[in-house]
């Protein structure tokens, strides 16, 4: 069965470190993956996502992913954290020809000023 | 335009209510989805409609009753609830099942009393 695995339950960081946040999926097949994020009692909001092609991906905010096909990861990057980055970030796979997006458990992200 | 409306914000309702949730979209998705999320929890899935037809049915309990009226809408009606409902309920929606990505709705508060 498709899983992912944060974990990391709670991160903290202080303003202007660098961050990774962890994120590792069991799945045969290359899977759609993403990073959403979400600020307490708000909806998520797509960060970036990875289909195929260059394993490092781009995404809004100044975050950038990974994807290690050997390590079954995709971590998320961010050079220089800013205290709005607070918050509980989910990472997700999707199959193709299905619906279903699996989460994982999220990392709660604390900034330190 | 890739927002996701939900209406209301917040809900609260009695055991012997019944209300109904609003999702709308004008991305000209196919797929939309209702998910239910507690407190430091990842959201799960409960309904995904394709194409306007019920696609899949998480084993929700029949006191929820999703509703597909049109490709830009999406209702979940509630009636009979427990406590134990209550929850953010968040609307998504996306193109297909291919290479697309999940946009989310800011998410309904529900309080069950």
């Known amino acids: 069965a498709q899983s992912v695995t944060q974990p990391d339950i709670h991160i903290t960081v202080s303003e202007g470190a660098s961050l990774e946040l962890r994120c590792n999926y069991s799945y045969g097949a290359t899977p759609y993956l993403f990073w959403y994020v979400q600020s307490p009692g708000q909806g998520l909001q797509l960060l970036l996502k990875y289909f195929s092609g260059d394993t490092l991906v781009q995404g809004i905010k100044g975050f950038e992913a990974e994807f290690k096909r050997s390590q079954s990861s995709f971590n998320l990057r961010k050079p220089s954290v800013h205290w709005s980055d607070a918050a509980e970030y989910f990472c997700a796979v999707r199959t193709s020809g299905t619906y279903k997006y699996i989460f994982g458990t999220g990392t709660r992200l604390k900034v330190l000023a | 335009d890739t927002e996701v409306t939900q209406t209301p914000k917040h809900l609260v309702m009695g055991m012997t209510n019944k209300k109904s949730l609003k999702c709308e979209q004008h991305m000209g998705h196919r797929a939309m989805y209702w998910y239910k999320q507690k407190a430091k929890k990842p959201p799960e899935l409960m309904f995904v409609?394709?194409?306007?037809?019920?696609?899949i049915n998480e084993s929700v309990p029949s006191r929820f009753s999703p509703e597909c009226p049109n490709s830009s809408l999406l209702n979940l009606h509630l009636h009979a609830l427990q406590p134990e409902d209550s929850a953010l309920y968040l609307c998504?929606?996306?193109?297909?099942?291919?290479?697309?990505?999940?946009?989310f709705g800011q998410g309904t508060r529900l309080t069950v009393v």
């Open positions: 409609y394709s194409y306007e037809k019920l696609s």
């Open positions: 998504a929606s996306s193109q297909d099942q291919g290479r697309t990505e999940a946009f």
